[in-house]
């Protein structure tokens, strides 16, 4: 029980600051024009200043782990194969369908991901985290692009050329690639300049879960509630427990297998939704998804970490 507890205080302050940024919506101090300005500050400013700030002081040759990366990059092309066999039966519309695809695999690691790492493994791991999100990130887009246009019959939509110049516009891209020289050179950055970006790195992560919470809407919560309930299965017990354990017999042991759970069993990213509004399918089906996961993440994601922490795999 004292390991459960131990488990549950280092996750519960990260959803604690989601329940905050809700809270604070509820009651009127954030709106969606915060959240919105808010999430443009974190993606385009704070949180490029973390990954910058915890990859600079890497040393490449210890952290790069091609071994982690291509398990990370298999189990989720393996899990989204999955679920776009699992989505035939399941749902019949194809808006319907796009999103259900998205939402059950892409995950909400830049934010919540990053934040639960430092949390119970401690800040020296983001930089690990954060080398191993930069590769995620085109995989998960192109996914996304790919899950949203082919269940509707948009291909004409499914721009190849314009989905990588985005890929490479990402500013958490723009931060790794600027960062891998500062590692590699062992560079030093100006007291002044290392303060500053210090401040904005600190920023990201507070900032970013209140914009999780403050983006949170029980308004349409029966919207497809079936096909909600079906991707939470899949996002939250089905793909982390399978991930997980297939790392398991892959060798992974500690802080790596601890990434990866946290990496498959992270909530749905707010970036479905986003990408579902953007695209024309069913935007309130994506909401319901992203509310339903960060709920029931915080068990699911507690019950797991206290069973690799009592196995003592991680």
Not at 37 to 62: G, H, Q, Y
Not at 126 to 138: E, Q
Request: proline fraction near 3%; charge should be positive; aromatic fraction near 12%.
């Amino acid at each position: 029980m004292q390991d459960l507890i131990f488990t549950f205080n280092l996750v519960a302050p990260v959803f604690l600051l989601v329940a905050i940024g809700y809270f604070l919506r509820v009651i009127g101090i954030i709106n969606d024009n915060f959240v919105s300005l808010s999430s443009k500050i974190v993606f385009s400013v704070a949180l490029p200043a973390l990954i910058f700030v915890e990859i600079s002081k890497l040393d490449l040759n210890k952290v790069i782990d091609l071994n982690l990366i291509l398990y990370a990059y298999a189990a989720t092309i393996i899990a989204y194969i999955f679920v776009w066999f699992i989505s035939i039966p399941l749902t019949k519309d194809g808006k319907n369908r796009a999103v259900f695809i998205q939402g059950s695999f892409r995950s909400n690691f830049a934010i919540i991901g990053l934040a639960l790492i430092a949390s119970v493994f401690g800040s020296e791991m983001l930089g690990k985290a954060s080398i191993v999100l930069a590769f995620m990130i085109p995989l998960y887009n192109v996914f996304s692009v790919v899950a949203l246009t082919v269940p509707v019959r948009k291909e004409k939509q499914l721009n190849v050329s314009g989905t990588f110049l985005e890929i490479l516009k990402n500013p958490l891209i723009i931060a790794v690639i600027i960062a891998l020289p500062f590692s590699y050179f062992k560079i030093h950055i100006n007291q002044i300049f290392q303060t500053t970006i210090n401040y904005l790195a600190a920023l990201a992560l507070p900032l970013a879960l209140i914009g999780v919470g403050g983006f949170l809407n029980f308004k349409d919560i029966k919207v497809e509630l079936k096909t909600t309930i079906s991707a939470a299965i899949l996002k939250l017990i089905i793909f982390p427990f399978a991930a997980t354990f297939g790392a398991y017999l892959s060798g992974f042991r500690g802080d790596d297998l601890g990434i990866l759970f946290i990496l498959f069993a992270c909530p749905t990213a707010i970036a479905s939704f986003i990408m579902a509004e953007a695209m024309g399918v069913n935007s309130r089906l994506a909401g319901n998804i992203l509310l339903i996961t960060t709920l029931g993440s915080l068990m699911t994601i507690t019950l797991g970490l206290f069973i690799l922490k009592y196995s003592g795999l991680i």
